[in-house]
């Protein structure tokens, strides 16, 4: 399995900043995923990114607003933009298994917007 | 359009109770199944998957799950609970040619009691 870390683990944050979020892979891995976890929610796939192409948005999830950045096999960063009170919540990044068809998580980052 | 469905929000039950957490899927093609855990503060870990083969499936912890083809569900089990299984349950699905996507269920709080 693949060991995953995330920084920051939390973070309170005021409206109209901006949360760069960095997830951080022990092995080099073709697809990591960004998840959204709203207080009491399941899990919302936000953006699958891909070593050397751009993140692909699900519906209702827009680059402006979630710009993330893939510069190698083992690292890759979501940056949640002009936040506002809404966006509060825990983000996580996971990777695929490389031929085991499933998905590792990292631990989250919980965000709070003030 | 292809969606899973977790019925119960919340399953109340008493130590050495048995346990059914329920999982039902939409979808036309075929499917891989997982469950997640998440103990309360930390972050998604996987219990058990579907991939192909026997339909019955089972964790280290004493959890099982089978796939019911015909009634499109992944129903979770254990015979006899522990205090220590209090978490969140998700049902998580990922569909043939989705791109190892996981579509998640909105979750069950499993609340083990004295």
């Known amino acids: 399995s693949a060991v995953i870390s995330q920084k920051p683990s939390r973070d309170i944050c005021q409206r109209g900043t901006s949360l760069t979020i960095q997830c951080q892979v022990d092995s080099q891995v073709t697809m990591m995923f960004w998840y959204r976890q709203q207080p009491g929610q399941s899990l919302t796939l936000i953006a699958t990114?891909?070593?050397?192409?751009?993140?692909?948005?699900e519906s209702g999830f827009v680059i402006d607003k979630f710009p993330i950045s893939r510069p190698n096999l083992t690292f890759s960063t979501l940056t949640v933009s002009n936040m506002s009170p809404e966006d509060s919540s825990i983000y996580l990044c996971s990777v695929d298994s490389q031929g085991y068809n499933e998905q590792f998580f990292g631990p989250g980052t919980r965000l709070t917007v003030l | 359009a292809q969606s899973v469905t977790q019925l119960d929000s919340q399953v109340p039950v008493f130590e050495e109770a048995p346990v059914e957490l329920r999982c039902n899927y939409s979808?036309?093609?075929?499917?891989?199944l997982f469950w997640y855990v998440q103990y309360p503060n930390q972050g998604l870990q996987l219990l058990l998957k579907y991939l192909s083969g026997s339909t019955l499936v089972k964790s280290i912890n004493g959890f099982e799950a089978e796939f019911n083809k015909s009634q499109t569900s992944f129903h979770l089990r254990k015979p006899s609970v522990h205090i220590s299984d209090t978490a969140e349950y998700f049902c998580a699905v990922t569909f043939t040619g989705g791109g190892n996507k996981l579509t998640f269920g909105t979750g069950t709080q499993l609340k083990v009691e004295l």
């Open positions: 990114a891909n070593q050397g192409s751009e993140a692909t948005y």
């Open positions: 979808s036309s093609v075929s499917v891989y």
